[in-house]
């Protein structure tokens, strides 16, 4: 298994834990955060941009699937607001990936991982093309004016998502 932590930053030595700010999160004890491989994709956008991303679970049923993957070229989608590609294209992120040990399993769908120890990382990849990177993993970026309605309708399907940065969506 491969971990990562998505960051704009290029010099971080060291990963020190910190209180998570998520209301369902023991605020007794800091963590460190990482992200499998599979959904690393949902982090390969500017930090600050609201996001819906979703891929094919154990759950999604034939219709989502027809639905939401018609040409099926993809099982993973990550959408953003049209305002934020000129940004998603001038973005460089990089890729911390640390070593798996000292991590436990927070959120299976999501692909969260945490660790209450300080992480030096492993490897840094830098990402100078998100569009392209997204690509090449096979993620259909799709853009939307609005994201609060595809937000609304994947919550109701069998498909696995996730809701990232929201508080920064528009509203109509």
């Known amino acids: 298994m491969r ?8 010099d971080i030595n060291i990963f020190n834990p910190r209180v998570p700010l998520r209301a369902d999160m023991d605020k007794s004890v ?3 955060w990482a992200l499998d491989e599979k959904r690393l994709p949902n982090f390969l956008t500017p930090r600050d941009c609201p996001r819906v991303c979703y891929h094919i679970g154990p759950n999604t049923t034939e219709a989502d699937i027809r639905e939401y993957f018609p040409d099926r070229e ?19 992120l990089y890729i911390y990936e640390f070593d798996p040990k000292d991590f ?3 959120d299976d769908v999501a692909g969260y991982y945490i660790a ?3 992480q030096t990382p492993i490897a840094v990849h830098r990402v100078d093309n998100l569009l392209g990177a997204l690509a090449k993993a096979k993620v259909e970026l ?13 919550k109701n399907t069998g498909l696995n998502w996730s809701l990232c940065r929201m508080k920064n969506a528009k509203t109509k």
């Open 116 to 118: 209450t120890v300080s």
């Open 30 to 32: 800091g963590v460190v």
């Open 142 to 154: 799709v853009l939307s004016d609005y994201l609060w309605e595809i937000a609304e309708r994947i």
């Open 3 to 10: 971990l990562f932590h998505v960051s704009e930053e290029s």
């Open 104 to 106: 436990v399993l927070q």
């Open 74 to 92: 993809s099982c993973h989608a990550v959408v953003i607001e049209r305002d934020w590609l000129e940004r998603m294209k001038n973005t460089v």
